[in-house]
Structures are given as C-alpha cells and as structure tokens.
C-alpha cells in the first residue's frame, strides 16, 4: 500500500473515531474508558483460558543461557501460551482490541496527535535500534 494511501486509512479512522465521539469527549472521559478498554482485552484473554480452555497459559521462568547470543534471544523466550483461539474467543478479543483502538485514536485526536505518525516514529525507531530496543 502507498504511504499517501496508509495515511488516509489512518486519518480517515481518526475522522471516523472523531464523528462518532459524541458523550465522551472530556480529556478525563477518553483515559478512563481507555483503561476499560485496555482492562476488557485482559479479561477477555484470561477468559480464553479460564472459562473456554480453547488457550491454555503456563507462566515459567524463562530460560535463557548464559552464553546466547541478542541475535538468537528471540528464539529462548516463550510466549507461555499453548493452544489457539477458537473463533469466538477470537470475534470477542478482535472486538475488545477494535475498542481499544478506538479510545486509544479519541486520546490521539484530542491531543491533537497523529496515529500514523506516531507509527512511523516507533518504526524509526526500532529500524534504527534494531534488536539493542528490547522489549
């Protein structure tokens, strides 16, 4: 996709979010139903696990050798998830995180912030660190 199209897609999402943010628009409404929404795709995970089973999550320590290399760490980490969603887990998540993203472009847009450009500078930046900006 032409970076000119990318933009669009991203500001015509944000021109969207904006039309349809009517009752919460107060600085303080947009981060608290943020929150929610960062909250509801964390449950909505854990419910994956805990009430459908279709994903099973088994947290260990990682186990990394003392001697491996940053190139060959990615491939010693463990997500700690067994299983895939199953699609209705998958249709409630996907719905969850669409939520978030919605709230997350109200906060962008009232900041005055660009989603698109604040995407191009994380890939700046992680093109430019490369594998030395862990997370």
């Known amino acids: ?41 964390n449950r909505s995970v854990v419910k994956a696990a805990t009430s459908c089973g279709c994903i099973e999550i088994h947290a260990k320590k990682q186990e990394i050798p003392e001697d491996v290399s940053l190139a060959t760490l990615a491939d010693y980490m463990d997500s700690h998830i067994t299983g895939s969603l199953c699609p209705h887990c998958r249709s409630v998540i ?22 698109y450009d604040i995407i191009l500078e994380e890939e700046k930046k992680m093109s430019a660190l490369g594998k030395y900006q862990l997370r």
């Open 1 to 41: 996709m032409h970076e000119d199209m990318k933009d669009m897609l991203f500001q015509n999402y944000q021109n969207k979010v904006q039309e349809q943010l009517i009752r919460n628009r107060s600085i303080l409404d947009i981060l608290s139903k943020y929150q929610d929404a960062v909250a509801k795709v």
């Open 94 to 115: 996907e719905a969850e995180l669409g939520n978030q993203l919605f709230y997350m472009a109200s906060l962008a847009n009232t900041l005055d912030l660009s989603l």
